[in-house]
């Protein structure tokens, strides 16, 4: 009986050459052939700790080689993996443990007495910790612990990962991802971008979401390359490597600080093969600059947390700036009225997709996950999109107001909650506006309490504990009431068009 467990599937892919690097990282270079022993290190160690199929691993780290590990000692245990934005506050963290109920925490080491105290409440019974230079209680602790030199049987519908997207009304969602939804997305994206031996990936992007964890280094795995793992954003560490690496991903944001380094040439990309951007709009303007400076033209796709990738435009053919291609092979991909009917081409709709990627459903969410599929199976992704006569998808907007502020997700809703509870505001309305680096900026308005004077700094710093900093307005503007409708809706439609240039 074949497993399905997606470790089993990397691990066919693995080079056979015992020198080949995986990653090459600040702390060194960790081989292909090393990663069996290390994941079957920390795999003992979460057998030990009473981790078993099917519970729960809830991981705040920064990014290291480390931390890749335990994703991969996770999958090979089975264990539901649930990487966490580091910029989450433990209030927020506090929320995620009380809905997943996870076996095991690994957080920073800085976060382990507040995460421990929050633990408590939950009766989680182990809380690590580890650093983004490989040290904290978990590697220490799996120094004990015996080497599992197996992995475990899952079935295709078996859950890997379970990834936090926020909900319009604030209560975030837990998308369960199974092992198929993982493979299958990457044995496609590893097939239509064409990679080819001696590929080597330059990687700047977090991993723990799904850009930088799924779609970066599935791809390189499946493909045995190198991985130039950067542990974060850094133009001259970009700079410096792009000779060396033939793929690079990134969000718009990588690209617009790419071209306002006078130093950024067609030189410095002689050996690229490909550039990808996503997890924000990419502007027109940004892929011509791009195109006339490096020779390349940036290949945009897009994807969301409940499906990874769902289109993109073609490795060979026309990629058009300002659309996402099309829906990838084994993806259906429809534009429909709010009733779940196609649309004449051109017109625009909501973009409703039905293939091996989609999500198995939220967390303890039975019927909320009801209310996003249609009858016939399609997934309501939400975001209002047109589709050309020959099957090009482009995004338009978004039907429940999401902002995608620098590759990630913010929910209006969940920031104006959180502004609501401030002694002196009356009442808050938040748009994501054009921003040339982020894509969008998180904006917010304002009603201000009669008599009230609270300003834009009280507000930021009474934010600082309540949402990740991604979260946070970039700007904040006062009015003395808010556009509505007849039936008193705020019109955000309004808002936005008049702030539509202030980064600019």
Not at 247 to 263: K, N
Not at 276 to 304: C, D, Q, V, W
Not at 457 to 469: H, P, Q, T
Request: charged share 25%.
């Amino acid at each position: 009986m074949s497993n399905s467990n997606i470790y089993t599937l990397f691990h066919s892919k693995f080079p056979s050459d015992p020198k080949a690097v995986f990653l090459e990282h600040e702390q060194g270079c960790l081989l292909y052939s090393q990663i069996d022993n290390e994941t079957g290190k920390l795999a003992g160690l979460l057998k030990q700790l009473g981790v078993k199929k099917g519970d729960r691993v809830i991981v705040q780290v920064e990014k290291s080689a480390d931390a890749v590990m335990l994703y991969l000692a996770c999958l090979r245990v089975a264990a539901i993996f649930i990487p966490l934005n580091t910029g989450y506050t433990a209030e927020e963290v506090k929320y995620f443990m009380g809905d997943a109920k996870p076996h095991l925490i690994v957080c920073r080491p800085q976060d382990h007495d507040t995460i421990t105290e929050s633990a408590k409440e939950f009766s989680v019974p182990h809380v690590l910790t580890l650093d983004e230079s490989g040290r904290g209680s978990l590697v220490e602790a799996k120094g004990g612990a015996s080497i599992a030199t197996d992995t475990e049987h899952c079935e295709s519908d078996d859950i890997a990962c379970i990834l936090y997207t926020s909900g319009t009304t604030g209560r975030p969602k837990g998308a369960m991802l199974s092992h198929d939804n993982l493979s299958s997305n990457a044995n496609v994206l590893h097939s239509y971008w064409h990679w080819e031996d001696g590929d080597v990936l330059l990687h700047a992007l977090p991993i723990f979401h799904v850009h930088g964890l799924f779609v970066a280094l599935h791809c390189a795995l499946l493909n045995g390359s190198k991985v130039i793992f950067l542990s974060k954003f850094s133009l001259p560490a970009i700079k410096e490597n792009l000779p060396r690496s033939t793929v690079m991903m990134g969000v718009p944001t990588f690209y617009v600080r790419l071209l306002e380094d006078p130093e950024f040439t067609t030189d410095m990309c002689k050996n690229m093969r490909l550039f990808i951007a996503g997890s924000a709009p990419l502007l027109s303007e940004t892929f011509k600059e791009f195109e006339n400076i490096s020779g390349h033209k940036i290949l945009e796709r897009y994807g969301m947390t409940e499906a990874g990738m769902i289109t993109s435009n073609p490795y060979d053919g026309d990629r058009v700036p300002s659309t996402v291609g099309y829906p990838l092979p084994g993806v259906t991909g429809r534009i429909a009225d709010d009733k779940g009917k196609e649309i004449e081409r051109g017109e625009v709709g909501i973009l409703e997709i039905k293939g091996p990627n989609v999500f198995q459903g939220y967390w303890c969410m039975p019927e909320k996950t009801a209310e996003e599929f249609r009858d016939d199976g399609f997934f309501i992704t939400g975001d209002m999109a047109t589709m050309d006569d020959d099957g090009r998808i482009s995004i338009v907007g978004r039907a429940k107001d999401l902002v995608i502020s620098g590759g990630y997700n913010v929910y209006p809703k969940e920031v104006e909650n959180a502004i609501d509870e401030m002694e002196g505001v009356k009442e808050s309305a938040v748009i994501g506006v054009p921003h040339p680096d982020f894509g969008e900026g998180v904006t917010a308005i304002i009603i201000k309490e009669n008599h009230s004077n609270i300003t834009e700094e009280d507000i930021m710093a009474f934010l600082k504990e309540k949402v990740a900093r991604f979260k946070q307005p970039n700007k904040i503007f006062f009015l003395d009431e808010l556009p509505r409708n007849t039936m008193g809706k705020v019109q955000k439609k309004a808002l936005r068009d008049t702030y539509q240039g202030i980064y600019q």
